[in-house]
C-alpha cells in the first residue's frame, strides 16, 4: 500500500476514534461501544480502542466484560497505566476494596499523575485502616491539585508513552505563562526522551536556578549528564543528591553508573553489588556485567548476564549483550526461550528489538543464514520504527564542511589551537577496525587508552549554539567568525575535560568514530594532534553495522540505505579533508592490518612518532578497559576468518551494494 493510502487509512481510525470519544463524554454509552466494538474488528491490537470499550462496558453496568477486555489491553498494552485505574474503577463498582487498591496502586506506580486513582486511593486506604498510606495518598491528590490541568493531563500523557501531544500540551503553556518549574521539568523529560539532550540539559539548569531543593529535577538533571556522558559533573550532582538522601537507591546506582563512565569500573561493580545485596533486580546484574565485561572478565559477566535473564526471561538486552560478545554461542534451549519471547504478543518492544538481534547472531553462529538474516532486518526495522534519523542534516553538514574548511581557510589561521600533540584520534565508522587500531596503540607503554570521548561532540554543540535554522546552520560556518584566542581556549578546553580519562601517559586515544565530520575543527584546536581514519570494505563494513545494535546514537545504522548513503557521505568528506590537509590523516584498511600486522603496526607507530614495541604486536595481551562490540575480539590474536563473514549473506546484500555504488571501489591506503 503506499505511504499516502497508510497515512489516510491512519487519520480515518484517529477520527473514528475522536467520535467516538465524543460519544462518551455525552454519556452515549452504548453508541460508543457499538462503534468501539466495529472500530476493534479493523485494528484489533489497538490500544485506545480497547480501552474506551472497557470503559463504556462499564457504564453499561457490564462490568465482568468491561474486565475481560481490560486483561486483553495489559496482555497487549502492559505498562498503559489507564487500564489499571479502569480495572480499579471496576472493582469499586462490585465493592471489591483489595483488588481495586493493589489495581489502583498499579495505575499510580506507572503514572503519577492520575488524580482519580489517587482519590480513589486515599478514600478506600482509609477505610480498610491503612491510614499512613491514605495520607500518603493524600499528599499526592493535593499535590495535584495545585497544579495547573494542562501539566496534570501532559504529564499523564507523558507517562503512558503519548509523547507529541504531551510535548503541544506543555509548549503551549509556556508560551502562553512563561516559566513554570514543572512545565520545563516536564519539558525537559519529553526533550530526554527524544534524545534532544542539550534542550534538556539547558531546561533542568533553569529549573534548579528557579527552585535549586528540587531535589527530582535535580535528579533528571544528572541523568541528563550521564546520557551527555558529562560524567564529572553528573557525579558532582549525584554528591548533593546523596547528601540529602545517602541511601536511595535511584541516586546510588546512577553514581555507579558515573563511575564506570569515568574509567573507574572496580568501584562501579562495587557499588553495583551492594544495591543487589539489598533487592535483587535484573537491570543491576546486567550493568555488572557490562562493567566486567570491559575488564576482560568475560565469565564472570556471562554469568551475570544469565542472572539478569534468569530474574526476567523476557530481557532481550542481557540476551542481546551475550551475543554482543561475539565470542558467546547459544545453545538450543538458549534459542527456543528467545524465539518464545521474542513472538510474545506481551513482549515490549525494546526487549523485541534486542531479542531479534541476539537470534540474528545465534542463528549466523549455526550458519543459518537464512533466517538470521529475517531477524537482523526484522530487529532494524523495529528500531528504526522509534527512532527519528534523519540523513539529510547529515549530508548538509558535511557539504557545508567542504565548502568551509578549504586549504585557503586552513592556510590563513595556520598556527591557531592549543600545539599540544598528546592527542590520537581513531575516526570512521563504527564496526571498521578502530577498536584493535586503539587495542594495538594502547598496548604501547606511551599511551593511554581511553574511550569513545564525548569532548568534540560537546564542544561542536558549543558552537552550533541554539539556532535551529537546518537550512543555514550555525556550524561550521561559525569557525570563520572565531579568532585565534578561541581556538586556543578550545583545544585547552578539550584537553583538560579529557584529563580525568588518564593515568599519566604522554599520550591518549580518543576513539569516538563520528569526529570524521570534524577533522576541520579538530585541526583548527589541536593542530598537532595525530588522526587515524579506520578503513573497511564497503559491504562489510556497512553490513556489520547493519547486524549492530548499538546502546545508544548511530541511529543511520538500522537501514541499508541508510547505511549506505552515511557512508557515501563520509568517504567523500575524508577525501575533502585529504585535500584540504594532505597528509594530516593515516588512512589504515583493515584488511590490510589482518593480512600483514607488523608492517602496518610499524606504519601506525612511525605516524604517531613512536618507537616501535613488541607489545604492539602481542595487543591481545594488554589488559584495559575496552567499551566497545568489539572487546572479546580484541583481547584475542589477530584471525582471518573473520574478514569475509559476511560474504555468508550476500544474497541478501542487493540492496546494499547497489545503493553503495560508485563508492565499492577497492580501498587503498593513503
Not at 248 to 269: D, K, Q
Request: proline share 5%.
Amino acid at each position: 500500500m503506499a505511504a499516502n493510502a497508510l497515512s489516510s487509512v491512519a487519520s480515518a481510525i484517529e477520527m473514528e476514534v475522536k467520535r467516538i470519544r465524543a460519544l462518551m463524554e455525552q454519556g452515549q454509552f452504548a453508541a460508543a461501544l457499538a462503534a468501539a466494538e466495529s472500530l476493534l474488528a479493523e485494528v484489533p491490537e489497538n490500544r485506545d480502542v480497547l480501552y474506551m470499550i472497557a470503559v463504556s462496558e462499564r457504564y453499561l453496568g457490564r462490568i465482568a466484560d468491561a474486565l475481560s477486555t481490560l486483561d486483553r489491553l495489559e496482555a497487549l498494552h502492559p505498562a498503559y497505566s489507564r487500564l489499571f485505574q479502569e480495572r480499579g474503577h471496576c472493582h469499586v463498582a462490585l465493592r471489591e476494596a483489595e483488588p481495586a487498591i493493589a489495581a489502583y496502586l498499579r495505575a499510580v506506580n506507572l503514572n503519577h499523575a492520575l488524580p482519580a486513582s489517587w482519590s480513589a486511593l486515599q478514600k478506600l486506604l482509609r477505610m480498610a485502616g491503612r491510614a499512613t498510606d491514605a495520607e500518603m495518598a493524600a499528599s499526592h491528590v493535593a499535590a495535584l491539585a495545585k497544579l495547573p490541568t494542562e501539566i496534570v493531563t501532559a504529564s499523564s500523557m507523558f507517562a503512558d508513552g503519548e509523547i507529541h501531544p504531551a510535548e503541544a500540551i506543555v509548549r503551549q503553556y509556556l508560551l502562553k505563562h512563561g516559566n513554570h518549574v514543572e512545565a520545563m521539568r516536564l519539558l525537559a523529560k519529553i526533550g530526554m526522551q527524544h534524545g534532544v539532550l542539550d534542550d534538556a540539559e539547558l531546561l533542568l539548569e533553569s529549573v534548579l536556578v528557579l527552585a535549586p531543593d528540587y531535589q527530582a529535577a535535580r535528579y533528571d538533571y544528572a541523568r541528563t549528564l550521564l546520557d551527555r556522558q558529562s560524567y564529572v559533573k553528573a557525579r558532582q550532582e549525584l554528591d548533593k543528591l546523596l547528601e540529602v538522601e545517602p541511601r536511595n537507591r535511584s541516586y546510588r546506582t546512577a553514581y555507579a553508573t558515573a563511575s564506570v563512565g569515568l574509567g573507574e569500573p572496580e568501584r562501579g561493580i562495587e557499588l553495583y553489588r551492594e544495591l543487589l545485596a539489598e533487592a535483587p533486580a535484573a537491570d543491576l546484574h546486567l550493568s555488572i556485567a557490562h562493567a566486567l565485561k570491559t575488564l576482560g572478565k568475560r565469565d564472570e559477566a556471562i554469568d551475570a548476564y544469565r542472572q539478569a535473564i534468569a530474574l526476567r526471561p523476557a530481557y532481550g538486552d542481557a540476551y542481546w549483550s551475550l551475543a554482543n560478545l561475539k565470542t558467546y554461542r547459544f545453545d538450543d534451549a538458549q534459542i527456543a526461550c528467545m524465539r518464545l519471547e521474542e513472538a510474545a504478543r506481551t513482549t515490549p518492544l525494546v526487549d523485541r528489538y534486542h531479542l531479534c538481534f541476539a537470534l540474528g547472531k545465534a542463528l549466523e553462529d549455526r550458519a543459518e543464514y537464512a533466517e538470521s538474516f529475517l531477524f537482523y532486518e526484522r530487529g532494524n526495522a523495529l528500531k528504526k520504527s522509534e527512532i527519528r534519523y534523519r540523513p539529510g542534516p547529515i549530508a548538509r553538514n558535511a557539504r557545508l564542511q567542504a565548502s568551509v574548511c578549504t586549504r585557503e581557510f586552513f592556510a590563513a589561521r595556520r598556527g591557531v589551537g592549543c600545539q599540544s600533540a598528546e592527542p590520537i584520534f581513531i575516526v570512521g565508522l563504527p564496526r571498521s577496525g578502530s577498536t584493535l587500531l586503539e587495542q594495538i596503540l594502547a598496548s604501547h607503554s606511551q599511551v593511554q587508552g581511553t574511550m569513545e570521548l564525548p569532548e568534540i561532540p560537546r564542544i561542536v554543540n558549543e558552537l552550533r549554539g541554539r539556532e535551529l535554522d537546518e537550512a543555514n546552520p550555525r556550524y561550521p560556518r561559525v569557525l570563520t567568525e572565531l579568532a585565534p584566542a578561541d581556538f586556543l581556549r578550545l583545544g585547552e578546553t578539550y584537553l583538560a575535560n579529557t584529563r580525568v580519562y588518564r593515568h599519566g601517559k604522554p599520550f591518549f586515544i580518543d576513539k569516538m568514530p563520528n569526529n570524521f565530520r570534524h577533522i576541520g575543527l579538530i585541526h583548527l584546536i589541536l593542530p598537532n594532534a595525530k588522526i587515524i581514519d579506520a578503513r573497511r570494505e564497503p559491504v562489510a563494513c556497512c553490513f556489520s553495522n547493519f547486524k549492530q545494535l548499538f546502546a545508544s546514537g548511530q541511529e543511520f545504522t538500522y537501514d541499508l540505505e541508510d547505511i549506505a548513503r552515511y557512508y557515501r557521505d563520509y568517504l567523500e568528506l575524508m577525501a575533502h579533508w585529504e585535500r584540504a590537509l594532505p597528509g594530516k590523516v593515516l588512512r589504515v584498511q583493515h584488511e590490510q592490518v589482518v593480512e600483514d600486522l607488523e608492517d602496518n603496526v610499524r606504519r601506525l607507530l612511525d605516524f604517531c612518532g613512536l618507537e616501535f614495541e613488541p607489545a604492539c604486536l602481542e595487543f591481545y595481551k594488554t589488559e584495559r578497559s575496552v567499551r566497545t562490540a568489539s572487546s572479546e575480539q580484541v583481547r584475542q590474536p589477530i584471525y582471518r576468518d573473520g574478514i569475509d563473514q559476511w560474504r555468508h549473506f550476500e544474497p541478501w546484500l542487493g540492496r546494499l551494494r547497489a545503493a553503495l555504488r560508485p563508492s565499492t571501489a577497492p580501498e587503498h591506503p593513503g
